[in-house]
């Protein structure tokens, strides 16, 4: 899936519907989705689990960077970005931006496009 | 003329090479008697290198043509046009497939190592040529360089790789030692290469790094620590003994550690040396060396 992923060098990430991009006291960058739509039987089994509502997560500094310049780079850019900023071989930083955005899209927070956006950046 | 491009050593396995800086090696398989490396450039694969170590003379025609048969059943390319000589000891065949011509070379270099290139696209001939011109081949016995993922060391005679984990960031690479090739293993080496070496480090230098990185029960020994200055730091971490006989004879298990940053990559790299005899020396390469020299005792840059 990876593999794939980094291939789609045109592809554009942007941030999935109704995501918020907060920051800590400390500095960090949490991404929050919105609220799980579950079926009732399921709300109650995660009401008795304590399952979290909805998927929060905190991004280190690397991480938050790279979503930083989610607003309408591609992939090729963003990759080629992040080789430079952390002294990576191009391919190397085409797979670490692969695996991030492989776990963001499993957790719905990022989707792909797969042409460019014509209008704006696709930031939520 | 157009200049030739730059190129970059790669050695594994006693199979010595140096290929476009622009290919990255993105498979290796197989050991010291056999085994195979794939290129690629641009996400395309551009060539697979495969070699065997039989200890007798290979029939290079026989091995052409069946790799040429490989090369109709997966590449749909028609048979060769032709046999022509490659580098004195060698061959190279020139097969036409619907997108171009496709070129598959072999060579006998020493220690009876037969060594097969295939281009895995269309290709110039000359591209093939360059590349296995330039490679060479030790024999079992002989001191071999390794170079890959930005890895380059020399080791002694014996020194047998046992796997690598590359992934993004991070190259990992296990060596095992057998006296003689045979019998059991009585030394072990891990080379380890990291990304964003001050990151990692974090402040701490990379003794704070280290001792951050120890066992339960293991305790370091800084011997040496020129890190700050560009050189390199020696280190013992010693752990209980491994065994509970070891333990009741009160050994212990030494690891010689070495670990140096590549300033100019951001690069951390550690070399771990465990077993019998004298520990190895440091394998920093040298920056002004085009290769790497054996190690020759416990000295250092």
């Known amino acids: 899936m990876t593999t794939a992923l980094a291939a789609q060098a045109s592809a554009v990430p942007r941030l999935a519907e109704r995501v918020e991009v907060l920051r800590t006291e400390t500095g960090a960058l949490r991404l929050r989705g919105p609220m799980l739509e579950r079926p009732a039987p399921l709300r109650m089994v995660a009401w008795l689990l304590r399952a979290p509502g909805r998927t929060e997560v905190e991004l280190d500094d ?10 309408g780079r591609p992939l090729e850019q963003l990759s080629r970005e992040l080789a430079a900023h952390l002294r990576l ?36 | 003329m157009a200049q030739p491009p730059p ?26 008697r056999a085994g195979q490396l794939l290129l690629a450039s641009e996400r395309q694969p551009r060539m697979s290198i495969t070699w065997q170590r039989r200890g007798t003379a290979p029939d290079l025609r026989r091995t052409l043509r069946a790799a040429g048969r490989r090369l109709a059943r997966e590449q749909g390319c028609s048979q060769s046009t032709g046999e022509q000589q490659l580098a004195g000891d060698g061959l190279i065949a020139c097969h036409p497939s619907p997108q171009g011509e496709v070129h598959i070379g072999i060579r006998a ?4 190592t037969a060594v097969v290139w295939r281009q895995l696209r269309p290709g110039p001939a000359a591209e093939l040529e360059s590349i296995a011109s330039a490679c060479s081949a030790v024999g079992d016995a002989d001191p071999a360089r390794w170079a890959f ?26 060596w095992f030692h057998r006296r003689g090739g045979r019998g059991r293993v009585d030394q072990a080496l891990v080379m380890r290469r990291l990304a964003c070496a001050a990151r990692i480090t974090n402040g701490h230098g990379v003794a704070g790094w280290l001792r951050a990185q120890l066992g339960r029960d293991e305790t370091l020994t ?52 465990q077993g019998r005899g004298d520990p190895m020396g440091c394998l920093r390469p040298r920056p002004s060396s085009q290769g790497n020299p054996l190690p020759s005792g416990r000295t250092c840059a």
């Open chain 2, 149 to 174: 993922h930005g890895l380059d060391v020399a080791l002694p005679a014996w020194w047998r790789l046992e796997g690598i984990v590359h992934v993004a960031g991070l190259v990992r690479a296990v």
């Open chain 2, 222 to 273: 800084i011997e040496r620590d020129d890190t700050a200055t560009g050189g390199t730091l020696m280190a013992c971490a010693r752990g209980p003994g491994a065994t509970w006989w070891r333990r009741l004879r009160r050994l212990h298990e030494d690891r010689h550690i070495v670990a140096w940053i590549d300033e100019a990559d951001d690069r951390l790299t550690v070399q771990e040396w």
């Open chain 1, 62 to 71: 690397i991480g938050a960077w790279v979503v930083d310049r989610i607003d």
């Open chain 2, 7 to 32: 190129t970059v050593p790669l050695a594994l396995h006693g199979v010595s090479l140096r290929v476009p800086a622009s290919w990255d090696l993105v498979g290796t398989y197989g050991h010291w």
């Open chain 2, 109 to 112: 270099l020493s220690g009876g």
């Open chain 1, 89 to 124: 071989s191009r391919r190397e930083a085409e797979v670490a931006l692969a695996d991030f955005l492989v776990a963001l899209r499993r957790r719905n927070l990022v989707v792909l496009d797969a042409t460019p956006p014509s209008a704006g950046p696709g930031r939520a």
